[in-house]
């Protein structure tokens, strides 16, 4: 620290309340109404401490001078009723204080040493005796309850309080009425003020009382309405009476009254009302926040040389690095403005008023006050300690441990700015800190780290465009000092671009980099922050969810079954096959089997034999696919990722820049296609009631998305396990007890019973079932009878295929029986087909070959054996058939030991009508490039 350059400390004094450190932050919160009932601190209600702590600005003069020529009763009508609006903490209030002491203490004004100035600018017009003022605000008199003052009287509205605070109980009187009633005194007032002039009206916050008033309801209206209708009878009163003034405050937007959706409304009336005649006066300039913070916090400022030869040691440094800070620094005007702030640097105020002052719910000129009051006080008491050079107070001095500044900055941007705080400026662990550590000697010193964060983070608000923030050459300007290497501040910005857990930063155009904090850390550490968040979350609802979105749109696969997911207890009858995809909690291993499947056996029994608290009756329909714990596992694990990045997504969006958003984009498509691949590995178990037990089956093959998943699940249970029958053969109905030997049984009842008991397979669909019989009845397995019973059949067919109804109420099985035999001439050639009576090939044998004769008895030949070489299958199948190729021909022919397979193909497509193929459809020159590849023919008729 240089012995040339005097630090502020030396120079400056503050009040002794900061250099104390008792500082009472309620001196900077003026309340009019405080100080009409006497209980405000001291610096308010003593006319010469207020006057001697106020710095008399252009706004407050036109103030002071109009109300004190109204009070002397030499000024024009339109000039008697005054609003002040500004935005949150622009002065009114204290605007207001003044001229309670102008009304009520015009004597110690005109004798007060304390008070020349306010005696200079006001000159003649110092009322002669002490004026009548009434106070009005939102804290006076409570809309729905009234006041209880001390003359007995308990007032109701604001022509009462009014009327009682200027001329008492017998002034009152006279509108009595109106009050009580809460009816506006029409064309009374103008009475009220000429007994009372001269007199000052003092209003504050009145749109926060009228939304409070709109809650009490006068007629057919409200005590708002009537409040606001009472504003225009005042102002046009007072514009009647010489020596009476009204002066009311409003906010500059609706954001600041209370109950902000019909704030718009309430502020918008009163404009209309005090706007008619009222001049409207700003009572601190941009320009004068420097001499009211200094006159508010400092007993002296010292000695106008010093202050000179401090700004003149910046100047310097400013020209010599002319290109490296903000152009206006190394204009001679700056100089001034180095003056006008001392013993602050111009950017630290700047910052609190221009920027942090853009908040809706920063008091501005209050606000800046209250934390630049604490940052003095936190600084004189380092003062004997510190090490850093203080010429003056700049952004780089400001140390977050204060705690009005500490509370201000979560309650204004949000309380995750503690984590900011914490990690990186400020603290043991943070990265600053580390920072100056590790460099020693002048960065330690001089906390150049730990400088340039608090600056940047102080910046890190209410700047102009997209981002906030400081530019780099603003971050030196809020550091640099001469007393400082200037290479440090470009040292410690890369160090903490590397370390900084939350500073972020964007090109800033000619004035290099933009630096600001935000509440999230890079990419990767947000996602690291995210994910410990959601560790101890199941993701149990989202798994159910996804897989309802997916089921919703499967592509079309050769399974019939239906697919449900997450089933309840009151699960509706299913009369089709139907999956049930069983929930996270209901988890299979073979543990659980050991152990009977524990809950999961339960669950699934329960399903099947209930159907809400009835039985239930189609038993045989329902299959299930169960999820396992470690499968389940690292689907959770995808999902909390998912999670993770969705929620920086929604978080943070507007704070990453272009290229973090791509990279999020890009992650979270990748993820999601992560999870729909291990959604079928969390699902590897497909169940099924087997009479009274639950019979499981691990998959053997696991589809890489949900739709191949349920494709693979149903291989497993038609061709493995052969759960499922697409079709009922003979053999089937024979173990099922579907084949009579006597009487009949209902067609319908047959299908029904292989979709109700759980000890038949189960059936692809009913279909299934009327397909089998019919082939039965072909193969003179059963045969088919139509009428009321059994015994009074009105047809019967056995041998020839019968085209069955399901529905069909009078068709029966029957036992099979022989019908007239077929003639023929000298039997059957040796290897030939016999012929049955419907005129089809029953059967090509090389065994016996039984004809059914008319008497029930058969004639049997022995045919030669036959060797086959080998076996031909031609023919046409439909489309939707052509998955049973592979089941029935190729991969038991693969089985045979065969010398070779030789696999011929011819597709034949057909246009539909009308709609002829187009030959440059990328699917149709699709394949006929894959023809030319395997030598295939390819031709276009």
């Known amino acids: 620290m240089s012995a040339d350059i005097p630090q502020w400390f030396t120079v400056a004094l503050p009040h002794s309340d900061i250099r104390e450190g008792r500082l009472d932050e309620s001196v900077f919160a003026a309340n009019i109404w405080a100080v009409r009932q006497n209980n405000a601190p001291t610096t308010y209600l003593d006319t010469e401490q207020f006057f001697g702590k106020t710095y008399v600005t252009g706004g407050l003069s036109k103030v002071l001078r109009k109300v004190g020529q109204a009070l002397c009763g030499t000024t024009e009508a339109s000039d008697r009723i005054i609003s002040l609006q500004t935005a949150f903490g622009g002065g009114k209030t204290h605007t207001q204080v003044a001229l309670w002491h102008l009304a009520r203490h015009p004597d110690v004004l005109r004798k007060s040493a304390a008070c020349k100035e306010v005696r200079d600018v006001l000159g003649d017009l110092i009322p002669k005796k002490p004026c009548g003022v009434a106070v009005f605000t939102n804290q006076t008199c409570d809309a729905t309850q009234g006041r209880e003052t001390p003359e007995g009287v308990r007032t109701r509205t604001v022509w009462g309080e009014l009327a009682l605070q200027l001329g008492g109980v017998e002034l009152y009187k006279k509108i009595e009425a109106n009050d009580q009633n809460r009816a506006v005194p029409q064309g009374l007032f103008t009475e009220i003020l000429k007994r009372a002039a001269p007199c000052l009206i003092l209003l504050d916050e009145m749109a926060d009382y009228c939304v409070g008033a709109m809650a009490v309801s006068v007629g057919q209206g409200t005590l708002a309405d009537q409040t606001i209708s009472f ?64 006159r508010r916090l400092f007993e002296k400022i010292g000695d106008l040389t010093i202050q000179a030869q401090v700004a003149d040691a910046y100047m310097k440094l400013y020209a010599a690095h002319k290109n490296e800070v903000p152009p206006e620094a190394s204009k001679a005007g700056f100089r001034d403005r180095l003056l006008a702030a001392y013993p602050f640097h111009p950017s630290l105020v700047d910052t609190f008023y221009l920027r942090w002052g853009s908040h809706n719910d920063f008091q501005r000129t209050r606000g800046v006050l209250r934390l630049l ?54 603290g043991d662990k943070a990265n600053a800190v580390a920072l100056d550590g590790e460099r020693g000697r002048d960065y330690a010193d001089e906390r150049v780290s730990q400088g ?23 971050v030196r300007l809020c550091t640099g000092r001469p007393d400082l290497n200037w290479g440090y501040t470009d040292g410690a910005l890369l160090a903490l671009e590397e370390k900084a857990f939350y ?53 079309t696969d050769p399974a019939t079954w239906k697919v449900l997911v997450n089933p309840q207890a009151d699960l509706p009858e299913q009369k089709v096959l139907t999956l049930l995809v069983m929930p996270p909690d209901c988890v299979w291993s073979d543990e659980s089997l050991l152990a009977g499947m524990g809950g999961s056996k339960e669950r699934i029994l329960e399903l099947s034999q209930k159907c809400g608290s009835k039985d239930r009756l189609y038993r045989n329909t329902l299959l299930f696919l169960l999820p396992n714990q470690r499968g389940l596992t690292r689907l959770r694990k995808e999902l909390r990722e998912v999670a993770s990045l969705e929620a920086v997504k929604r978080d943070y969006t507007s704070q ?27 699902f590897p178990h497909i169940a099924r009631v087997d009479g009274q037990e639950v019979a499981v089956s691990n998959m053997t093959e696991i589809g890489p998305n949900l739709t191949d998943h349920l494709l693979a699940a149903w291989r497993q249970v038609t061709d493995e396990e052969e759960w499922v029958l697409r079709k009922v053969g003979q053999v089937t109905l024979q173990k099922t007890g579907m084949v009579p030997t006597e009487s009949g049984i209902r067609v319908r009842d047959a299908v029904e019973a292989f979709l109700r008991y759980t000890d038949k397979p189960m059936v692809a669909t009913s279909d299934s079932v009327v397909q089998g019989l019919a082939q039965a009845c072909k193969d003179r397995v059963i045969g088919i009878g139509r009428g009321v019973s059994p015994e009074k059949l009105q047809t019967r067919r056995c041998g020839d295929y019968v085209a069955l109804d399901r529905s069909e109420e009078g068709v029966w099985i029957i036992p099979p029986f022989t019908e007239q035999p077929t003639e023929t001439t000298g039997g059957t050639p040796s290897g030939g087909a016999a012929i049955s009576s419907d005129g089809g090939a029953a059967i090509s044998s090389d065994g016996p070959v039984t004809v059914v004769g008319d008497t029930g008895g058969s004639t049997t030949t022995t045919a030669t054996p036959k060797k086959l070489k080998g076996v031909t299958i031609a023919g046409t199948i439909p489309l939707e058939s052509w998955t049973e190729l592979f089941r029935c021909f190729l991969n038991p022919a693969a089985k045979l030991g065969l010398k070779s397979l030789q696999l011929g193909i011819e597709f034949k497509l057909v246009a539909q009508d009308g709609q002829p193929l187009d030959p440059d459809n990328p699917t149709v020159k699709a394949m006929k490039e894959a023809a030319n590849q395997f030598g295939l023919r390819f031709e276009e008729p």
Not at 506 to 532: D, H, I, N
């Open 656 to 682: 990453l820049d272009p290229e973090q958003l791509e990279e999020l984009k890009q992650k979270l498509v990748k993820q999601k296609d992560t999870v729909s691949e291990v959604m079928g590995g969390a």
């Open 503 to 555: 500073l972020h930063n964007a090109a800033a155009g000619s004035q290099g980099k933009r630096y600001w904090f935000g509440t999230k850390p890079t990419l990767t550490k947000l996602l690291v922050q995210y994910r410990g968040s959601f560790s101890g979350q199941e993701f149990d609802a989202e798994i159910i969810e996804a897989l309802q979105a997916q089921v919703k749109t499967l592509k």
């Open 373 to 426: 009051a604490s940052i003095v006080g936190d600084l004189w008491q380092q003062r004997e300690k510190t090490k850093q050079s203080q010429p003056l107070i700049q952004p780089c001095h400001v140390r977050w441990t204060i705690d009005a500044l500490r509370a201000s900055l979560t309650r204004l941007w949000g309380a995750t700015y503690d984590s900011v705080v914490a990690a990186d400026v400020i």
């Open 231 to 294: 504003v225009q009878q005042l102002t046009e009163a007072a514009s009647l009476v010489p020596g009476a003034v009204v002066v009311a405050t409003l906010p500059a937007s609706h954001l600041e009254v209370a109950s902000s959706d019909k704030g718009q409304e309430i502020l918008s009336r009163l404009e209309k009302r005090f706007g008619r005649m009222s001049s409207d006066l700003k009572p601190v300039a941009d320009e004068e926040i420097n001499e009211v913070v200094r």
């Open 452 to 474: 340039v964060a608090s600056a940047v983070l102080l910046g890190s608000f209410g700047g102009q465009g997209d981002r906030a923030g400081f530019s780099s050459k603003e």
